[in-house]
T-cell receptor, first 113, second 111 residues
Framework: KAGVTQTPRYLIKTRGQQVTLSCSPI?????VSWYQQTPGQGLQFLFE???????NKGNFPGRFSGRQFSNSRSEMNVSTLELGDSALYLC????????????FGSGTRLTVV | DQQVKQNSPSLSVQEGRISILNCDYT??????FLWYKKYPAEGPTFLIS?????DKNEDGRFTVFLNKSAKHLSLHIVPSQPGDSAVYFC??????????FGKGTRLHILP
């Protein structure tokens, strides 16, 4: 079966712009979580969605937002981009909230210049 | 406030020997612990997990040990192989809550 698909793979944006990243989970998976990976900071939790509802949110400013559609696809949006937002953004899907069931996508590499 | 800590940014081990990766946590409410492995340009992949009611879980060459009193867990890989060279993330969750990851340890397997 197809894995978790994240688009685009790479993105270059200018400070002040906004960006939307997309995640298509594994078919049948209803939970989608987003993480930010930066050098030296590991994977930092952004938010989790289950059946179109945000169930959990990490400690990120309001510029970071997300949503989930009825087909479980998810998007995250970052507005007013800052240089520090440059990172690898990873999406993970699972049938339910279970760490062992997490399947990660390959990520979207965002560079803010 | 880092709840999951991996204090060694990198580790080098000779091929065939044992690799031991360590992880400490601060939240005593964590009840599920996991290890993920990540290669460059790929997402993390699940390796092994352990529930807080156990102190050891083994899967082939990989064994995870949990010491709840010390709030410490470790991942043992034996024997280490070249394909084990990757970044390893320790992670934990509390009662079906979000998963918190450490900063990762880069493992180099030397020929």
């Amino acid at each position: 079966k197809a894995g978790v698909t994240q688009t685009p793979r790479y993105l270059i944006k200018t400070r002040g712009q906004q960006v939307t990243l997309s995640c298509s989970p594994i078919s049948g998976h209803r939970s989608v979580s987003w993480y930010q990976q930066t050098p030296g900071q590991g994977l930092q939790f952004l938010f989790e969605y289950f059946s179109e509802t945000q169930r959990n949110k990490g400690n990120f400013p309001g510029r970071f937002s997300g949503r989930q559609f009825s087909n479980s696809r998810s998007e995250m949006n970052v507005s007013t981009l800052e240089l520090g937002d440059s990172a690898l953004y990873l999406c993970a899907s699972s049938l339910r909230r279970s760490g062992s069931g997490y399947t990660f996508g390959s990520g979207t590499r965002l560079t803010v210049v | 406030d880092q709840q999951v800590k991996q204090n060694s940014p990198s580790l080098s081990v000779q091929e065939g020997r044992i690799s031991i990766l360590n992880c400490d946590y601060t939240n005593s409410m964590f009840d599920y612990f996991l290890w993920y492995k990540k290669y460059p340009a790929e997402g993390p992949t699940f390796l092994i997990s352990i529930s807080s009611i156990k102190d050891k879980n083994e899967d082939g060459r990989f064994t995870v040990f949990l010491n709840k009193s010390a709030k410490h867990l470790s991942l043992h890989i034996v024997p280490s192989q070249p394909g084990d060279s990757a970044v390893y993330f320790c992670a934990a969750s509390e009662l079906d809550d979000k998963i918190i990851f450490g900063k990762g340890t880069r493992l180099h397997i030397l020929p």
